[in-house]
Each structure stands twice: as C-alpha cells, then as structure tokens.
C-alpha cells in the first residue's frame, strides 16, 4: 500500500514538471509570438477566413445537393467540423514539429539531448502554437453548433469526444513518426505538409474516396479514424465494436510510434555539431 | 540578354539539385486535385451547370493550368527585402524584374513538364470523361487568359513582397494572407466560384482573384457566351495592367525607404 502511494506521488510529480515545462515553453512561444504583432494579426485574421472560405463553399455546396454520397447537408457540415476541431488542436499542440528540420540538421537536437527532460515531449510540444487558442473556441462552437442540428443522443456525444481524444493520439502519433523520420532523413517539412494534405481528405468523409485511395486513408495514414468515425459516431452509425477497434487501432499507432521514435534515435548522427 | 539566358541556366540547374523537394511539391499538388475529384465524382455537378465532363475537365486543367501561373520562385522576394539580401541584387548590372523572369519560366517549363506527365498517369487510373476543346479561336483565347494570369499573378506576388520595406517582419505573413488564403480559394484553384450564389459570384469577379484560374478554365470550356468571353478578357487584361502599374509604383517607393537592414 505504502509503495503504490510512493508510486503515485512520483508519477504526480512528474506530471506537474512536464506541467510546467509546456506552460513554460508556451510562455516563451507567446513571447516570441508578441514581437510579431503584426504577423499575429495576420495569421490569426488568416486563419479565420480560411475557415469561413471553408464553410461557405460547402455550405453553398451541399445545401443545393441536399448532401455529399447519403450523409445530409447539415451532416456533411458536420465532417467538415471535426476536421477543423482536430487539426486545429493538432496544430496547436504540435506545432514545434515544423521546426524540427532546424535542430536536427544544426545539430542543436544534442542540446535538447543533454537536457533533463523527455526529447520527444521536446521535439513535439515544445512550442504550442498559441494564436491557435484564439481560433480554437469558435470552431468548438461551430462544431457544437452542426452537431445539435443532428440531434445526437448521449451515448453519441459520449462517443464522440472519446473518438475525438483518440483522433488526437492518432495525430500526435503521426507527428512522431514525422519527428523520427525527420532524425533519418532530415525531410521534416515536406512530410508535415504531405501529411496536412493528406489529413485535409478528411473535410469530406472518407467514403467519398475510392480504393486503393480509400485503404491508404484507412490503414496507412488513418485520416478516416481522425476525422470520418468520430463524426458517425455522433449521427449513431458507428457501432460499440466499431469503437473499440478505433480506440485499439488509435493505441496500436500510437505503440509504434514510441518504437519508430525509438529506432530513429539511435540512428541520429549529431554530424552538424 | 545573355546574362538572363545564363540565370535561366542556372535555375533551370537548381531545380533538379532539389529534386525531393520538386517531387515532394508535386505529390502535394496531386493530393489537392486528388481531394477535387473524388468530391466532384460524389456529387452531381449539373445542380452548378457542369456536366460530368466539364467538371472532370475543370479538375485536369487546374493541374496544368496551376503549373503554368501559380508556379513561381518570385515568392522569396520578400525574404530578400527583410533580411537585406536585396541588396546583392540591386548592385548587380542587372534589371531586378526581369532577373525574376528568368528565373521563373523554367520553373513553370518544369513543373508544366511534370503536370503533363501526372495529367496522362492520372489519366490512365481515374479515366475521366474528358472535354476536349477543338476550336482553335477558343483554344487561342485560352492561351491570351494564361497570359494575363500570369502577369496578374506576378504583380500580386510583387506587391505581397513589398510589405516588408515598411514592416520587415511582415513578409511571410502577407504571402500567407494573400497566396495561401485569397488565391487559392478566390482563383477557382479550391473550388469553381460559380457554386456561390450569383451576386456573390459577380462581386468577386470584380477582383482579380478569378482570372489566375476559373477564367482561363472558363475560356477553355467554352461554358459562357462569347461576348462574356470577351468580356472576361477585357476585365482581366485591365486587371493585369493596373496591377502592374501598381506594383511598379509600389516597388519603387519601397526601394526609396529601403534601408538593407541586417547587411
């Protein structure tokens, strides 16, 4: 009884370092962000109309098909929601993935080596983007807001948000094989950007696509998973053991992720240093 | 002349030192156009005006016609004014604009080149109903829309690049603003812009946004009479010149409050 307290303690404190180290790093990308004020407004005033431009397409799209391949106007709507939900918070949560290349082929990734704290928690989250809190709140709005114009029942919304964790595990898997890669490689932006490509497929839902396409979105880069079951699991088409395979496969990638990071670690060179 | 045939040589070289870059540009541009298809081959375009044929058409020529405009190395501009580089080419024996030029046409002679091969592969394994246009007036108005498309899209580049002469950090962006978000969903290269509604529709061909792309596809398909056709042309050639003159204006008094910061 005494070591399990012993245990949880210790897994406390590690949770209020790492903690503090994100609100410590977030703290200094806002700083940096705020020398940029300029740029802030822009991206910021960037972002949203991309989204607006987004919505209205397909606002104007669907209302005059009556829908996309089966699923409704207001569902299709919906699709487009979650995938807006998801990458945002991805971006915001991972942006120090787009910087990567830099560290690595500088060879400052030693520094974050020698430093008493996870490399990986480093290379990932080390730099949440924070105008993204800016745009996050609305979105989460516009996605509550679909999502009850298809009257979910509990059990659905309970689904959904569950889904929607899982969709980030997911995503934060992606940006880890990303990092790994970027180690052997040194071809990090590219591979975020073809990723982002990639993971935009999801605006729509994923039955639109055809095979082979369709398997790749399915299994290779799990867009579906992301983005297209977390929505029909709201609207109710997605069963419990549909679910448990989502969240299964969710931790699977993610389990091989960690082993990628892993193996692409020992292979760093360090040879700009 | 021969200094800019030599900076065409020389681009035309730095293109394929970079060669996982190119490649990897190009697999995004199909990515993109890949996300057109199957949504337009999932829904039924006559609701818009379309036929099966016409959209599928309207999805190949995005891939071409974006090789041939958007495709630009003049995107580092604005790099060069805030870090204060412009000033290795300023003292260069050399006209700034048409040094851009020739670095441009082999990167659009490249990515052309690649578009073509990708329109036949993609060809081959979605085999779409295809238009094809076989009027020759038709097809040489085309060829005058790619034109001024082209000088539209160079002028905007130009003046994004501009901002930084007064606001240094400000370059990249102002490229975002203006190439990621305006061109990209206002030219048609999203989505063809007759899906809004019609007084939306006519207000945005007030900008010059739509003639980079839904124009010259317009042209191509020949969907609207020739009178709009001509008209179209007219408002896009006047966008061109305005632009152009506008950008130069720009320019120069940006050169005037240059300072090569950093240098």
Same mark, same amino acid.
């Given at each position: 009884?005494?070591?399990?307290?012993? @245990?949880?303690?210790?897994?406390?404190?590690?949770?209020?370092?790492?903690?503090?180290?994100?609100?410590?790093?977030? @703290?200094?990308?806002?700083?940096?962000?705020?020398?940029?004020?300029?740029?802030?407004?822009?991206?910021?005033?960037?972002?949203?109309?991309?989204?607006?431009?987004?919505?209205?397409?397909?606002?104007?799209?669907?209302?005059?098909?009556?829908?996309?391949?089966?699923?409704?106007?207001?569902?299709?709507?919906?699709?487009?929601?979650? /995938?807006?939900?998801?990458?945002?918070?991805?971006?915001?949560?991972?942006?120090?993935?787009?910087?990567?290349?830099?560290?690595?082929?500088?060879?400052?990734?030693?520094?974050?080596?020698? @430093?008493?704290?996870?490399?990986?928690?480093?290379?990932?989250?080390?730099?949440?983007?924070?105008?993204?809190?800016?745009?996050?709140?609305?979105?989460?709005?516009?996605?509550?807001?679909?999502?009850?114009?298809?009257?979910?029942?509990?059990?659905?919304?309970? /689904?959904?948000?569950?889904?929607?964790?899982?969709?980030?595990?997911?995503?934060?898997?992606?940006?880890?094989?990303?990092?790994?890669?970027?180690?052997?490689?040194?071809?990090?932006?590219?591979?975020?950007?073809?990723?982002?490509?990639?993971?935009?497929?999801?605006?729509?839902?994923?039955?639109?696509?055809?095979?082979?396409?369709?398997?790749?979105?399915?299994?290779?880069?799990?867009?579906?998973?992301?983005?297209?079951?977390?929505?029909?699991?709201?609207?109710?088409?997605?069963?419990?053991?549909?679910?448990?395979?989502?969240?299964?496969?969710?931790?699977?990638?993610?389990?091989?992720?960690?082993?990628?990071?892993?193996?692409?670690?020992?292979?760093?060179?360090?040879?700009?240093? | 002349?021969?200094?800019?045939?030599?900076?065409?040589?020389?681009?035309?070289?730095?293109?394929?030192?970079?060669?996982?870059?190119?490649?990897?540009?190009?697999?995004?541009?199909?990515?993109?156009?890949?996300?057109?298809?199957?949504?337009?081959?999932?829904?039924?375009?006559?609701?818009?005006?379309?036929?099966?044929?016409?959209?599928?058409?309207?999805?190949?020529?995005?891939?071409?016609?974006?090789?041939?405009?958007?495709?630009?190395?003049?995107?580092?501009?604005?790099?060069?004014?805030?870090?204060?580089?412009?000033?290795?080419?300023?003292?260069?024996?050399?006209?700034?604009?048409?040094?851009?030029?020739?670095?441009?046409?082999?990167?659009?002679?490249?990515?052309?080149?690649?578009?073509?091969?990708?329109?036949?592969?993609?060809?081959?394994?979605?085999?779409?109903?295809?238009?094809?246009?076989?009027?020759?007036?038709?097809?040489?108005?085309?060829?005058?829309?790619?034109?001024?498309?082209?000088?539209?899209?160079?002028?905007?580049?130009?003046?994004?690049?501009?901002?930084?002469?007064?606001?240094?950090?400000?370059?990249?962006?102002?490229?975002? %603003?203006?190439?990621?978000?305006?061109?990209?969903?206002?030219?048609?290269?999203?989505?063809?812009?007759?899906?809004?509604?019609?007084?939306?529709?006519?207000?945005?061909?007030?900008?010059?946004?739509?003639?980079?792309?839904?124009?010259?596809?317009?042209?191509? %398909?020949?969907?609207?009479?020739?009178?709009?056709?001509?008209?179209?042309?007219?408002?896009?050639?006047?966008?061109?010149?305005?632009?152009?003159?506008?950008?130069?204006?720009?320019?120069?008094?940006?050169?005037?409050?240059?300072?090569?910061?950093?240098?």
């Amino acid at each position: 009884m005494k070591l399990s307290v012993g @245990k949880n303690n210790i897994n406390k404190s590690i949770l209020n370092f790492y903690a503090r180290a994100w609100l410590l790093m977030a @703290k200094n990308s806002m700083l940096s962000w705020l020398n940029k004020k300029e740029s802030v407004i822009i991206f910021v005033f960037g972002k949203v109309v991309r989204y607006f431009f987004y919505f209205s397409f397909l606002y104007f799209l669907v209302t005059k098909t009556n829908g996309i391949l089966g699923f409704s106007a207001n569902q299709a709507l919906f699709f487009t929601a979650t /995938y807006a939900l998801v990458d945002t918070i991805s971006q915001f949560l991972f942006r120090s993935v787009y910087t990567f290349k830099q560290l690595v082929i500088t060879g400052d990734f030693d520094l974050v080596l020698l @430093k008493p704290i996870n490399p990986l928690f480093r290379s990932i989250a080390g730099g949440p983007d924070l105008m993204d809190l800016i745009t996050i709140p609305p979105i989460i709005l516009v996605a509550i807001y679909f999502g009850s114009l298809l009257d979910p029942s509990l059990l659905g919304v309970i /689904y959904y948000m569950a889904l929607i964790l899982n969709a980030l595990l997911v995503s934060m898997s992606i940006h880890i094989f990303v990092v790994s890669l970027g180690v052997i490689t040194f071809t990090v932006d590219h591979l975020i950007m073809i990723f982002r490509d990639f993971s935009s497929m999801g605006r729509f839902p994923i039955d639109i696509y055809k095979q082979p396409l369709k398997g790749f979105l399915t299994f290779i880069i799990p867009v579906g998973l992301m983005f297209s079951i977390p929505s029909k699991a709201l609207m109710g088409i997605v069963s419990p053991a549909g679910m448990v395979f989502s969240i299964l496969a969710g931790l699977t990638f993610f389990t091989l992720s960690l082993k990628f990071w892993q193996f692409a670690l020992k292979r760093y060179t360090s040879a700009s240093s | 002349m021969d200094k800019y045939f030599s900076v065409f040589k020389i681009s035309l070289a730095q293109e394929f030192v970079y060669k996982l870059n190119f490649i990897m540009w190009r697999l995004r541009n199909i990515i993109q156009i890949l996300v057109f298809f199957f949504l337009w081959n999932s829904i039924d375009p006559t609701y818009f005006g379309y036929t099966q044929s016409s959209i599928m058409s309207y999805v190949f020529l995005l891939i071409l016609i974006r090789s041939i405009v958007l495709s630009t190395k003049s995107t580092d501009v604005s790099g060069f004014v805030s870090s204060g580089d412009l000033s290795n080419y300023l003292l260069k024996p050399v006209g700034f604009f048409k040094y851009l030029l020739s670095r441009d046409i082999p990167t659009k002679i490249i990515n052309i080149t690649f578009s073509l091969f990708e329109i036949s592969v993609l060809y081959l394994i979605l085999k779409p109903n295809l238009f094809i246009q076989t009027d020759l007036f038709q097809i040489l108005l085309f060829i005058l829309s790619l034109i001024i498309a082209g000088f539209i899209y160079f002028s905007i580049i130009m003046l994004s690049n501009s901002a930084p002469f007064w606001v240094p950090d400000i370059g990249w962006g102002v490229q975002f %603003l203006v190439t990621i978000i305006f061109v990209e969903f206002l030219s048609g290269a999203f989505f063809p812009l007759d899906v809004f509604p019609k007084p939306l529709f006519e207000f945005l061909k007030l900008t010059p946004f739509p003639y980079l792309i839904f124009v010259p596809i317009q042209t191509y %398909l020949g969907g609207v009479s020739t009178v709009e056709t001509f008209k179209n042309i007219i408002i896009g050639g006047l966008w061109a010149i305005i632009l152009w003159i506008v950008m130069n204006k720009v320019w120069k008094k940006g050169l005037k409050v240059y300072e090569a910061v950093g240098r």
